[in-house]
């Protein structure tokens, strides 16, 4: 397939192409994980169609305190394609691609897939330790 490089500044240069995963990792009292596998890259390869990828924890317990590691399955897709989403560089000493998921979360391209998998932790702090207050009698 044809690659397409993002337009040379200083801070991007590296080409995405159809099937490169992008990884989100958001969240506030909890650490949620998401990845993303680009569908179509335009024409100018400033921007890209990309489909949610289902997960697999590859180790610990992600609805525990503790968190786990989780890893994207490829071409196992979950909802609908997010269409030209706007690729612009992050902001890292090795800047990489990167594009806005929504208002709480961008998507970086990921440099290879850890097998280790990347940490990701449901348990709310905040909503765990309301139930485990005691009221006052």
Known sequence: QEAKTLEHTPTTGMEVHEGDIFVSSWGYSMTLVDFYQVTKVSKTGKSVNVRKLASK????????????????INDRFEGEELRNK??????GANPRP???????????????????????NTWDCFTQTRFLKKEPT
């Open 98 to 120: 990167m594009f806005k998921v929504n208002d709480c979360a961008d998507a970086h391209l990921a440099d290879g897939i850890d097998p280790n998998g990347y940490y990701m």
């Open 57 to 72: 924890v590859v180790s610990g317990n992600i609805d525990s305190p503790q968190g786990g590691y989780v890893t994207p």
């Open 86 to 91: 706007r690729l612009k560089a992050d902001y």
